[in-house]
C-alpha cells in the first residue's frame, strides 16, 4: 500500500526534482488555433530546475493556452516538447504527472460538494487505503499552515462553502503538498488573484522558499510588481508570440508595460486629480454584524473603496446591497437600480451555454427589446460597443462566453455593469484576472462614469486600486472599523486598521 509522505518540510520535495542544470520542460515552435484564433504562433519557452519563471502579457496573448500544453491538457497542433532533455512524443496529462508537474489554474477546480480534504484526495492518486481521509486532513492542514500560517481553513470544510479567497488557497496548498506523487514543477496561473496583499505576501514568500530547494514555478500575474520581486526570469507574451525573456532583474514596470503593449502614455495622475461632487444619497447599509453606529454611506458621484482582509465581510454586504434594492431589508437603503460586477465570475457571473453578446446584453433587455422581443441588431450594436471601448479580443461576439481567455470574460462582465442604466454599480474584485492596460482604462472610465453621477461600490484586493476612491471603508469579521479619506491612504494604515482592534 503506497503511503503518503508526511514531512511537510521542502526539503521532502528535494528529492523530487533532479539535476540542476536540465530544463524541466522545454517547448519549441509550440503552435495552437481554436478555429480561427490563433492563440499561439511558434513559441519556444523552457523551465530550468529550481527556477520561478514570471509569465506577463495582455489578456489573450496565449499564457495559459501555453501552460495548458505544460500541464498536458492542450496538444500543440505542432511543435515540440522536451522533459529533461528527452523528446516525448505522447506528452499528456498523466506523463506531466509522472514527471511531478502540477499546475493551479486560474478557474479553480474544487469540486464545489467535496470536503477540503477530499479535493486533496482527487490531485494524489497516492493517497489511498485504509484511513485516506485522515492523511488527506493532515497532509492538507500541514501544507495550509505552512503557507498560510492564519488560513482558517479546516479539512473538512465543504469546497463549495468557502470564499473564493479560500478556495484559491486550497488549490495552492493541494498542488504542494506532498505524497509519493512526485513534486518537480509548479503552475499558478493568477494565484493571487482572489488573495489580499497580507495572505498574496504569504504565498509569494513560500514560492521563493520552495524554488531556493530546488523546485520549479511558473507564476502569472497582472501585478506586475509580483512578478518583478518573485521571479528569477521573465517571458513576455504578446499576441501569441513570445516577445521578450530575460533576468528578472532586467526588467522594470515600464520595460515591461512597454513590451506587453497597450498601456502607452497612460495618464496615471488622473486618480489624484479627481474630486468627487458628492450628491444625493444613493446607498446607506449597515453590515448585519456591525454593533456600534458605524454604517457605509455613498452619495450620486461617489467611488467608495472597501478593503481589509480578504472574506470579512466585504462580499457580503455587496450582496446585501444588490438584494435589498430587489426587495427592501433592514439597514440597507438604496435609492437607484443596482448592477452587481461578480468576482468569482464562473459561480455568480457568467451565463455558460450564452454567447458573448448575450452575457452583456442581460442587464439591459429592457433597451435592447423592440415590442416583445429581443432585437438582435441593438444587442449586437452594444456589444460591439463594449468590444472596442475595453478590448475584448475576439473575432466575433456571438462565439461562446467561454472562448474568450480569463481576462476577457471579466471585461465581458464589466460591459454588462456599466452598459446597462443602473445609477449604483457594486464591484466585487472586479480586476480579477485583468491585465494591466485595461485595468488603467477601466479605471479611466469608473472615474468618468462617478463624473456623470454613477456610484460605485469597489471591493478590491488589489490596495493601489484604492487611489481611485474617494474614501475607503476597512471591514474586520464582518464590520466597518475604519473609514479612511483618500489622504489618509495607505498599505500600512489599511493593514493596521485590518488587524487591530480599534476603528
Ligand atoms: N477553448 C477556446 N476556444 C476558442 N478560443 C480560445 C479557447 N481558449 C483560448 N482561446 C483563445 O486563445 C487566445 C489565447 O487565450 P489564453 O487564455 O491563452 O490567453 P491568456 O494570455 O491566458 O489571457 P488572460 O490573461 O486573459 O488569462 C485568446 O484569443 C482566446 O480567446
Same mark, same amino acid.
Given at each position: ?8 518540510? @521542502? ?9 540542476? $542544470? ?20 511558434? *513559441? ?29 491538457? =492542450? ?86 462553502? @468557502? ?6 488557497? *486550497? ?65 513576455? %507574451? ?18 515591461? *508595460? ?15 486629480? /479627481? ?21 457605509? #454611506? ?10 481589509? @482582509? ?8 455587496? =450582496? ?42 442581460? /442587464? ?43 481576462? $476577457? ?21 472586479? %480586476? ?9 482604462? #477601466?479605471?479611466?472610465? *469608473? ?35 475604519? $473609514? ?20
Amino acid at each position: 500500500m503506497p503511503k503518503a509522505n508526511t514531512d511537510t518540510r @521542502l526539503d521532502g520535495a528535494a528529492k523530487h526534482f533532479g539535476a540542476a $542544470n536540465i530544463d524541466i520542460i522545454r517547448l519549441d515552435g509550440a503552435e495552437k488555433h481554436f478555429g480561427a484564433v490563433r492563440a499561439l504562433g511558434g *513559441v519556444d519557452f523552457h523551465v530550468g530546475a529550481g527556477e520561478c519563471v514570471g509569465l506577463v502579457g495582455h489578456n489573450g496573448a496565449g499564457k495559459s493556452t501555453l501552460m495548458h500544453m505544460v500541464a498536458g491538457t =492542450l496538444v500543440p497542433d505542432s511543435g515540440a516538447i522536451t522533459v529533461r532533455g528527452s523528446a516525448e512524443r505522447d506528452y499528456s496529462v498523466p506523463r506531466a504527472l509522472e514527471l511531478g508537474i502540477r499546475c493551479v489554474f486560474q478557474e479553480l477546480s474544487l469540486c464545489p460538494n467535496l470536503s477540503v480534504a477530499e479535493n486533496t484526495r482527487i490531485n494524489h492518486p497516492s493517497l489511498i487505503g485504509f484511513g485516506w481521509r485522515r492523511k488527506a486532513a493532515e497532509l492538507i492542514a500541514a501544507k495550509l499552515d505552512e503557507i498560510f500560517p492564519d488560513h482558517g481553513i479546516s479539512a473538512s470544510d465543504i469546497a463549495g462553502d @468557502l470564499s473564493i479567497g479560500r478556495r484559491q488557497m *486550497v488549490e495552492v496548498a493541494r498542488a504542494f503538498t506532498l505524497t509519493e506523487d512526485p513534486l518537480a514543477l509548479v503552475i499558478l496561473d493568477e494565484p493571487t488573484s482572489s488573495l489580499d496583499a497580507h495572505t498574496a505576501g504569504q504565498l509569494l514568500a513560500f514560492v521563493r522558499r520552495f524554488v531556493a530547494s530546488g523546485g520549479s514555478c511558473i507564476l502569472i500575474s497582472h501585478v506586475l510588481g509580483e512578478v518583478l520581486q518573485n521571479a528569477d526570469r521573465i517571458v513576455v %507574451m504578446r499576441d501569441g508570440k513570445v516577445v521578450a525573456a530575460d533576468a528578472a532583474s532586467a526588467f522594470d514596470r515600464d520595460r515591461l *508595460v512597454a513590451t506587453m503593449g497597450g498601456a502607452e502614455g497612460h495618464q496615471r495622475t488622473a486618480a489624484e486629480t /479627481r474630486k468627487a461632487e458628492a450628491g444625493p444619497l444613493r446607498v446607506k447599509a449597515r453590515p448585519a454584524r456591525q454593533q456600534d453606529g458605524k454604517e457605509l #454611506v455613498a452619495r450620486a458621484g461617489e467611488i467608495i473603496g472597501l478593503a481589509g @482582509l480578504a472574506g470579512h465581510g466585504q462580499t457580503d454586504l455587496l =450582496l446585501a446591497i444588490f438584494a435589498a434594492a430587489q426587495r427592501a431589508r433592514t439597514g440597507i437603503e438604496v435609492t437607484a437600480p443596482v448592477a452587481l460586477v461578480a468576482g468569482d465570475r464562473q459561480s455568480d457571473g457568467i451565463f455558460p451555454q450564452w454567447s458573448i453578446a448575450e452575457n452583456i446584453g442581460i /442587464r439591459s433587455l429592457a433597451r435592447l427589446r423592440t415590442g416583445l422581443l429581443i432585437s438582435p441588431q441593438r444587442e449586437a450594436e452594444l456589444a460591439d460597443f463594449w468590444k472596442n471601448k475595453i478590448g475584448i479580443r475576439t473575432p466575433d461576439m456571438n462565439n461562446n462566453i467561454y472562448s474568450l481567455s480569463g481576462g $476577457n470574460q471579466q471585461k465581458a462582465l464589466f460591459a454588462r455593469a456599466l452598459g446597462s442604466d443602473a445609477g449604483i454599480v457594486l464591484m466585487d474584485d472586479p %480586476m480579477r484576472g485583468v491585465d494591466i492596460g485595461t485595468k488603467l482604462e #477601466v479605471y479611466d472610465l *469608473v472615474r468618468e462614469e462617478a463624473g456623470r453621477g454613477r456610484t460605485f461600490l469597489w471591493y478590491t484586493t488589489e490596495t493601489e486600486e484604492l487611489d481611485n476612491c474617494d474614501h475607503v471603508y476597512v471591514f474586520k469579521n464582518g464590520r466597518i472599523v475604519a $473609514n479612511l479619506g483618500r489622504d489618509e491612504l495607505t498599505e500600512e494604515k489599511i493593514i493596521q486598521s485590518s488587524f487591530g482592534d480599534a476603528a
